[in-house]
């Protein structure tokens, strides 16, 4: 008996070990929520920011901000009011979110408002983040 609960024990912490090296090193990327317009160009035409909306929490809930741009999930925040999007240059996006604006390198640069996705080893090590 002892020896079928120490192999549960044992099954579950290496469950627990590959979800957590799953998490830790896989891209920072997201389709939820709804899109929002058509995407916007860059002037060099090499980079597409999408814009998505995702309704969370049931009625106490809110809407969440989201930017992708390529594969990459560059911009996640509380909605404040509809994102305003302008490429300053082709590899630099403003995007305006209500009083607050920020613009990130969209190679080098995310930014998540409640920094959680900030702390995965992979996000660390390819690109600076930022949190709220």
């Given at each position: 008996?002892?020896?079928?609960?120490?192999?549960?024990?044992?099954?579950?912490?290496?469950?627990?070990?590959?979800?957590?090296?799953i998490w830790t090193t896989s891209e920072w990327y997201t389709e939820r929520?709804?899109?929002?317009?058509?995407?916007?160009?860059?002037?060099?035409?090499?980079?597409?920011?999408?814009?998505?909306?995702?309704l969370y929490g049931g009625a106490a809930g809110g809407v969440r901000a989201i930017v992708n741009v390529g594969n990459?999930?560059?911009?996640?925040?509380?909605?404040?009011?509809?994102?305003?999007?302008?490429?300053?240059?082709?590899?630099?996006?403003?995007?305006?979110?209500?009083?607050?604006?920020?613009?990130?390198?969209?190679?080098?640069?995310?930014?998540?408002?409640?920094?959680?996705?900030?702390?995965?080893?992979?996000?660390?090590?390819?690109?600076?983040?930022?949190?709220?």
């Amino acid at each position: 008996m002892r020896k079928i609960i120490w192999f549960g024990i044992g099954i579950a912490l290496i469950g627990l070990a590959v979800n957590w090296g799953i998490w830790t090193t896989s891209e920072w990327y997201t389709e939820r929520g709804e899109v929002d317009g058509d995407p916007i160009v860059s002037p060099n035409h090499q980079h597409e920011a999408v814009i998505r909306y995702e309704l969370y929490g049931g009625a106490a809930g809110g809407v969440r901000a989201i930017v992708n741009v390529g594969n990459r999930t560059i911009y996640v925040a509380e909605a404040r009011e509809r994102l305003h999007l302008v490429w300053e240059t082709e590899d630099v996006l403003r995007i305006e979110n209500g009083n607050f604006q920020l613009a990130l390198h969209v190679d080098k640069e995310r930014y998540d408002e409640s920094g959680r996705q900030c702390k995965k080893y992979i996000v660390k090590k390819h690109s600076t983040c930022y949190e709220g």
